[in-house]
């Protein structure tokens, strides 16, 4: 899964598939912080679960005292689908 930049989209021919939320989410006083690396490893999955092979992050916000977490990390993305590589297979 490959991470682009809003300005690399203009180069590339891709499809947009839809968006994804990933979360990081602390339930309990003695679990770990949430982390942004783990809300953006779950958007991974779930770009994945949807067949993309690209990702553009948008942002990451931090809240506290949810109604599921006493604090979480979501990050939000676009997952795309990059075309080129089906292309280049083609010509050959």
């Given at each position: ?81 990059v ?6 297979h083609?010509?050959?």
């Amino acid at each position: 899964m490959k991470i682009y930049t809003n300005s690399e989209l203009r180069d590339l021919n891709y499809e947009d598939i839809g968006t994804v939320e990933g979360i990081s989410c602390k339930m309990k006083e003695n679990e770990p912080e949430p982390t942004e690396k783990e809300a953006k490893a779950d958007a991974r999955a779930l770009a994945l679960s949807k067949k993309g092979n690209g990702l553009v992050y948008s942002t990451c916000i931090t809240l506290d005292d949810t109604p599921a977490c006493l604090r979480s990390v979501s990050c939000y993305a676009r997952v795309i689908y990059v075309k080129e590589d089906e292309e280049a297979h083609e010509q050959q």
